[in-house]
């Protein structure tokens, strides 16, 4: 029994008319039903033909071709893989003749089976070689029931009945024929992400995506056109699955579909949530920008197309949402098949560049299609090159015949670019105007009746306007000066008096000396070859002038007449120099001098010639010649160049026989124009209202030179303009304020690290300069309506107030930078009070100035640098406080400090007077008494390397503190019982002078550190006085020990001569005291009043500004030479060879002794200081710095050691005051003159073995009682130098 179910079979039959013409209109009932009944016997099919003519041809006689679709049902879908048997074994071609038409059946071929696919719906595929036409392809829906066999055909739902099209041959055209898409599509699996999926080695990630492509293939096969479905990652946040899908160009639909198929080929223990699927598209949308070019000001239009439908489109700039605004305008157009948005940007500005993307969306409950597009955009200014300054004189037939021609310029050529002229004076001259490509021209006819006498100086303006076609326009005003030679009457006034008078005045120009070019600047030249000298000027002036050569450093002085020629844009006047006599010679200055016709002149700069013999001679080009090493510094200008010359010089050096290029520090054209209007705006009547405009100017022009302004010269001219320019009072709008920080926050970027660096090697502080003149810009600034407005650039801000008559608060701003830091600045009502009413008060933080300002050794600027200027006249202290953030928590030590521009020669540096710090958390509180830029500076964390020496210092001084005490006690104790001759009374007198200085210098040193270490501000007072004191006694110590050595030398080398304790206590005081004093003093004087006389950062002598150290250093390295050279002298004594040869044992002795006498003279004569030497080197060890500060920290216990309590007299003097004994009774009345130190005072067994080491024993032994104490002085010579 028949199967109920019907099947579809569509057959394409290709008729082709064999010898007669065929009607269009003839019935194939006939033919079809003998087809079908001939073919399948008993079956009985129901056909209904569709008559579509496909092609047709047209013979003559014409004969018609038919393509023909029918369709089969079958009741019994048994019976479809028969038929399709049948009908490829049919025998071909068949002819028959229905109504007397003969007619051929060519070919049959079943195109599209429909299987039934539910309610109202089959699913129909097409056979091999066919393909679904691409009108319907974005219709095709896959149907449920999928294979994963991936060489079985996709079915897609059609309704019923269905009505075709029918599948066709296979074309280029067809469906999924064309070049595959790429979608990044990614779905979540509600499972734990393991660590193992991040690491695509491991067996979980190969088995997720095997697993995963596996579905994904099986899902998306019957995706138009697909290719293939690739995992490419996994993230966390549950486990997302990334994987791209090639495939041709699908629809929402078709996607959705294919996601709902996915599950049903993965294992559900991957838990796979069907409701985020997301596809993203990125390269199926047409993303236009009109206009091209894109100005300031023009009108932007933004559109993006897709061909599908979404209702909901988004438009991001620089990742954020647009909205609809005055600003944006947004369009959506939806058609059947495609999808358009158009964002508009009216009158965009610069802040407007960027990126823009624009994402159409399509969601469901099992998808999420984004298409997305991203473009950037560029907007620029419309920068317009005029000329901006033209002299002409009226009166003159020259300037009549020849008119100036006016320009205006942009940097790139507009179709749609217009131009138009304006004319704003009370001289009313006008021109005629031409536009030629970039450009828009404006020629002056000059007309001398209307430009009378009486407004002779007059200024025109001149307004170039150019517009692009879209909204963007920018104007630029050139200025005319209009002149007349002739009578001028100059009247004065005092109050209501006048008097006039007439006076015929020829202005007579003449060239500014910076706008003279020499060439060379500085150059070799060779005896009696020449060498050619060159001056121009500008060839825009109108005077004919007297121009000579002066050759100054000869005997007579040389002048040379010369003519002029015109050269490029420049007169240029040259002359051929040649050096005659150059015996004794090396150097010569010449320059040009310039004299107008009523004799007035003005010199040029100085061309320097090098004399060089021919030998010498390594390099010679076109440049000019010079010895190997050499350099040779040449002018910014090009041979016959349109565009004149800039300021600033090349400097060639001479290297392996060229000339090479080694540095470059010329402006460049539109910087050099800057700088010659900022010179003529300082000196104009009209500065205060020329300079906003001035200001924009230069602003946009530096904007422009960005990348020029990495040039260490160009960025010199721009601090030097901002420093003349902030000098002239100026309205405070915001624009003009906007401007010039501006101005400044371009040449303080990141890009100029490089050219701030050469400055600053260069020992040109311009850092100080800029930060200056932005002090003087916010201290001129005149309120307007009251208010100081508010202002922010990148780096900078500028907040401000006006001081009213009834001020009843305080003055608090809070600035935040872009990295999160902040400042708060605080000024109490008291202190403003103060204020004159309409005084202003302007406070100015920067973010990356500070960074720029030269840096105290170690320590950084850690916060933000804000300055705060009063306009008021202000002579008492003014009270402000501020709290800064820390930028780097590491850094310890806080200091408040301000930039004070009179330091380092008025170079400036950082300074703490009058400021305190107190540090909270993350905050450092800065209180100070007076106005000016503010920071904090913070110092890294002290090594543990650097807190061992700190521990050594303390340890060591307070050891050599007690020792030091302990010293001055004990000679005071045994003072009457060690002091009966002259020698040992002068030892005793220096230790003890010795010990108290270095006990007063070691007091004042460990108070001094102390502070220091606290944080605790230091008076600068105090401070001064510390300094002085540490100075004066270590220069003590340092002389007292000379004074030791001397009568040490003296003793050992004048044996037999003798002088008076009076004449050696008074020659060792005055040593000892004065020398050290008068050093002491000439120091302070000299270095005070430039106050440099200490360091910033301790209470020490200066080093880095004023050399102050020197007055330490050098004292003291000359007596250590002197003391080495006392040592020297007494080991030779020592080492000095007896009658005889010495047995073995004697050398060890002496080698012994050798060694006992450096180990005690070293320290007790200050030898260690001369660890400091090796400290003071670059680079040097640690080892170094550790023994320096050993060895000295404890120089009160070798004094204590070797000075007293190795002396075996102190030691006897002390056991007879402890025992009340009598005073050594065994001792022999007859002793030895022995010649060794006064400073040992060993005991006599060593004394008679250096007795021995000197040689000749006996020879100057004298034989005496004890002396008595009226005696000794008379017999010294008969005592031991040891007592």
């Given at each position: 029994m028949p199967s109920p179910i019907t099947a579809g079979l569509h057959c394409l039959f290709l008729l082709v008319t064999a010898c007669c013409q065929t009607s269009q209109d003839s019935n194939f009932d006939p033919f079809i039903q003998y087809v079908i009944d001939s073919a399948l016997g008993e079956e009985s099919f129901q056909s209904e033909m569709q008559r579509q003519k496909r092609n047709m041809l047209i013979f003559d006689p014409p004969p018609l071709e038919y393509t023909v679709d029918i369709e089969v049902s079958l009741t019994d879908s048994s019976f479809l893989e028969a038929i399709k048997e049948y009908f490829r074994n049919l025998t071909l071609p068949v002819s028959t003749n229905i109504s007397n038409v003969e007619m051929t059946v060519s070919n049959i071929n079943i195109t599209t089976v429909c299987l039934p696919g539910g309610e109202n719906n089959s699913c129909c595929s097409c056979e091999n070689g066919y393909a679904w036409p691409s009108a319907v392809c974005s219709d095709l829906i896959t149907c449920p029931s999928v294979s994963l066999e991936p060489d079985l055909t996709c079915g897609y739902m059609k309704k019923m009945p269905f009505y075709g099209p029918y599948c066709a041959p296979q074309t280029e055209d067809s469906c999924g024929m064309g070049e595959p898409i790429v979608m990044n599509m990614s779905v979540r699996l509600d499972t734990d992400f393991g660590n193992d999926l991040s690491n695509s080695s491991s067996e979980l990630y190969k088995k997720y995506k095997a697993d995963l492509e596996k579905a994904f293939n099986a899902g998306y096969r019957c995706l138009p056109g697909f290719v293939s479905a690739t995992v490419t990652g996994f993230r966390s946040g549950s486990v997302f699955v990334n994987y791209e899908v090639k495939a041709g160009a699908a629809s929402f639909d078709q996607i959705a579909n294919s996601n709902k198929i996915v599950p049903q080929f993965l294992d559900a223990s991957y838990q796979l949530n069907q409701a985020t699927f997301t596809t993203e598209i990125t390269n199926q949308t047409n993303f236009t920008v009109s206009p091209v070019d894109i100005f300031e000001g023009d009108t932007v239009r933004l559109i993006c197309e897709i061909n599908s439908t979404s209702e909901n489109v988004t438009w991001y700039h620089k990742d954020q949402i647009i909205s609809t605004s005055f600003q944006y305008l947004m369009e959506r157009n939806i058609s059947r098949r495609t999808s358009r948005a158009i964002l508009k940007i009216v009158n965009i500005t610069m802040e407007d560049s960027g990126s823009y993307t624009c994402n159409f969306t399509n969601s469901n409950q099992f998808h999420t299609l984004i298409y997305k597009a991203t473009k950037t955009i560029e907007v620029s200014q419309l920068r317009i090159t005029p000329n901006l300054t033209i002299n002409v004189i009226c009166n003159s037939p020259e300037m009549q015949t020849n008119s100036p021609l006016l320009s205006c310029c942009i940097d790139r050529h507009l179709p749609s670019l217009t131009g138009d002229w304006k004319v704003n004076g009370e001289i009313n001259i006008t021109g005629v105007s031409r536009f030629s490509e970039n450009c828009t021209e404006y020629k002056l006819?000059?007309?001398?009746?209307?430009?009378?006498?009486?407004?002779?100086?007059?200024?025109?303006?001149?307004?170039?306007?150019?517009?692009?076609?879209?909204?963007?326009?920018?104007?630029?005003?050139?200025?005319?000066?209009?002149?007349?030679?002739?009578?001028?009457?100059?009247?004065?006034?005092?109050?209501?008096?006048?008097?006039?008078?007439?006076?015929?005045?020829?202005?007579?120009?003449?060239?500014?000396?910076?706008?003279?070019?020499?060439?060379?600047?500085?150059?070799?030249?060779?005896?009696?070859?020449?060498?050619?000298?060159?001056?121009?000027?500008?060839?825009?002036?109108?005077?004919?002038?007297?121009?000579?050569?002066?050759?100054?450093?000869?005997?007579?002085?040389?002048?040379?007449?010369?003519?002029?020629?015109?050269?490029?844009?420049?007169?240029?006047?040259?002359?051929?120099?040649?050096?005659?006599?150059?015996?004794?010679?090396?150097?010569?200055?010449?320059?040009?001098?310039?004299?107008?016709?009523?004799?007035?002149?003005?010199?040029?700069?100085?061309?320097?010639?090098?004399?060089?013999?021919?030998?010498?001679?390594?390099?010679?080009?076109?440049?000019?010649?010079?010895?190997?090493?050499?350099?040779?510094?040449?002018?910014?200008?090009?041979?016959?160049?349109?565009?004149?010359?800039?300021?600033?010089?090349?400097?060639?050096?001479?290297?392996?026989?060229?000339?090479?290029?080694?540095?470059?520090?010329?402006?460049?054209?539109?910087?050099?124009?800057?700088?010659?209007?900022?010179?003529?705006?300082?000196?104009?009547?009209?500065?205060?209202?020329?300079?906003?405009?001035?200001?924009?100017?230069?602003?946009?022009?530096?904007?422009?030179e960005l990348s020029t302004i990495n040039s260490s010269a160009n960025l010199d001219t721009i601090v030097t303009i901002l420093t003349m320019v902030s000098s002239i009072p100026v309205e405070a709008e915001e624009s003009t304020i906007k401007n010039f920080l501006y101005t400044v926050d371009f040449i303080v970027a990141d890009s100029t690290a490089a050219a701030w660096e050469d400055l600053n090697e260069e020992g040109i502080n311009k850092s100080s300069s800029l930060l200056h003149s932005v002090e003087n810009f916010s201290l001129n600034l005149q309120p307007v309506n009251n208010t100081i407005p508010p202002v922010s650039a990148e780096s900078l801000q500028l907040q401000g107030i006006v001081v009213t008559a009834n001020n009843n608060t305080g003055y608090n701003k809070n600035f935040c930078s872009a990295e999160n830091l902040t400042v708060n600045v605080l000024i109490g009502e008291t202190e403003i009070q103060i204020l004159d009413p309409n005084s202003t008060i302007v406070s100015v933080m920067y973010s990356k100035l500070g960074h720029i300002l030269p840096r105290n050794g170690s320590e950084y600027v850690n916060g933000l640098l804000v300055t705060t200027t009063v306009s008021s006249n202000r002579s008492q202290k003014f009270d402000i406080n501020m709290t800064f953030a820390k930028k780097d928590l590491s850094l310890k030590m806080p200091q408040c400090v301000f930039w004070n521009f009179t330091l380092n020669k008025h170079t400036g540096g950082w300074d703490t007077h009058g400021c305190t710090a107190t540090e909270k958390g993350d905050y450092v509180i800065c209180s100070c008494n007076h106005l000016t830029s503010f920071s904090i500076l913070m110092s890294p964390d002290k090594s543990s390397q650097v807190i061992s020496e700190d521990y050594i210092t303390y340890i060591g001084l307070s050891i050599s503190i007690l020792s030091l005490v302990a010293c001055i006690v004990i000679e005071s104790l045994v003072w009457k019982y060690v002091t009966n001759n002259t020698t040992s009374y002068m030892r005793h007198v220096c230790i003890l002078n010795i010990a108290t200085s270095l006990l007063i210098a070691d007091i004042w040193f460990i108070v001094i550190a102390s502070i220091n270490d606290q944080n605790q501000q230091k008076s600068r007072g105090v401070c001064f006085v510390a300094t002085f004191f540490i100075h004066l006694f270590y220069l003590c110590v340092f002389f007292w020990m000379l004074s030791l050595g001397l009568i040490l030398f003296y003793r050992l080398v004048f044996i037999l001569h003798n002088t008076s304790k009076t004449t050696q206590?008074?020659?060792?005081?005055?040593?000892?005291?004065?020398?050290?004093?008068?050093?002491?003093?000439?120091?302070?004087?000299?270095?005070?009043?430039?106050?440099?006389?200490?360091r910033k950062d301790v209470c020490w002598l200066n080093w880095k500004d004023s050399k102050a150290l020197l007055a330490f250093v050098i004292p003291a390295l000359i007596i250590v030479a002197m003391n080495l050279f006392i040592t020297a002298v007494v080991i030779i004594k020592i080492l000095r060879p007896t009658i005889g040869d010495r047995s073995n044992r004697?050398?060890?002795?002496?080698?012994?002794?050798?060694?006992?006498?450096?180990?005690?003279?070293?320290?007790?004569?200050?030898?260690?200081?001369?660890?400091?030497?090796?400290?003071?080197?670059?680079?040097?060890?640690?080892?170094?710095?550790?023994?320096?500060?050993?060895?000295?920290?404890?120089?009160?216990?070798?004094?204590?050691?070797?000075?007293?309590?190795?002396?075996?007299?102190?030691?006897?003097?002390?056991?007879?005051?402890?025992?009340?004994?009598?005073?050594?009774?065994?001792?022999?009345?007859?002793?030895?003159?022995?010649?060794?130190?006064?400073?040992?005072?060993?005991?006599?067994?060593?004394?008679?073995?250096?007795?021995?080491?000197?040689?000749?024993?006996?020879?100057?032994?004298?034989?005496?009682?004890?002396?008595?104490?009226?005696?000794?002085?008379?017999?010294?010579?008969?005592?031991?130098?040891?007592?």
């Open positions: 006819n000059i007309n001398e009746s209307l430009c009378p006498p009486e407004k002779s100086g007059t200024v025109t303006t001149y307004t170039c306007e150019l517009q692009t076609g879209h909204g963007a326009r920018r104007s630029q005003n050139i200025k005319v000066t209009y002149l007349r030679t002739g009578t001028y009457i100059c009247t004065f006034s005092q109050k209501y008096l006048e008097s006039s008078a007439n006076v015929t005045i020829k202005v007579i120009s003449l060239p500014l000396e910076q706008n003279i070019l020499i060439d060379p600047i500085e150059a070799s030249i060779q005896c009696k070859v020449q060498q050619a000298l060159k001056c121009c000027i500008s060839a825009n002036t109108m005077e004919d002038y007297n121009v000579t050569f002066v050759v100054t450093n000869v005997v007579p002085q040389k002048e040379f007449q010369v003519g002029k020629k015109k050269n490029g844009s420049l007169f240029c006047y040259m002359y051929n120099y040649t050096e005659t006599e150059c015996s004794n010679k090396s150097e010569l200055k010449a320059h040009c001098k310039f004299i107008n016709r009523i004799g007035d002149k003005v010199n040029s700069n100085s061309i320097t010639l090098r004399l060089i013999s021919d030998k010498e001679v390594s390099c010679s080009d076109n440049l000019g010649i010079g010895a190997e090493g050499s350099k040779l510094e040449k002018p910014c200008y090009q041979e016959n160049s349109t565009d004149g010359f800039t300021r600033g010089s090349k400097i060639y050096k001479c290297s392996d026989k060229s000339w090479t290029l080694e540095r470059n520090d010329c402006l460049s054209a539109s910087i050099n124009n800057l700088l010659i209007s900022a010179e003529s705006l300082v000196t104009s009547p009209q500065a205060k209202e020329n300079l906003p405009n001035y200001l924009e100017e230069l602003k946009n022009k530096t904007e422009q206590k008074a020659v060792a005081f005055c040593l000892g005291y004065g020398c050290p004093f008068v050093i002491a003093v000439i120091t302070i004087a000299v270095t005070l009043p430039r106050n440099n006389y200490t004697q050398e060890k002795n002496s080698l012994f002794q050798i060694g006992k006498s450096v180990a005690i003279l070293t320290p007790l004569l200050g030898l260690t200081w001369g660890f400091g030497l090796a400290t003071i080197i670059k680079n040097n060890h640690r080892a170094f710095h550790i023994l320096f500060v050993l060895l000295n920290a404890l120089q009160g216990l070798f004094i204590l050691v070797f000075g007293t309590l190795w002396d075996k007299k102190i030691q006897e003097a002390l056991l007879k005051r402890n025992s009340m004994s009598k005073w050594s009774s065994q001792q022999t009345k007859s002793t030895s003159l022995i010649l060794v130190t006064p400073m040992l005072a060993m005991s006599y067994p060593f004394s008679r073995t250096f007795n021995n080491l000197c040689g000749k024993t006996g020879k100057y032994s004298v034989s005496s009682s004890e002396p008595s104490s009226s005696s000794s002085e008379n017999t010294s010579k008969s005592y031991s130098l040891l007592n």
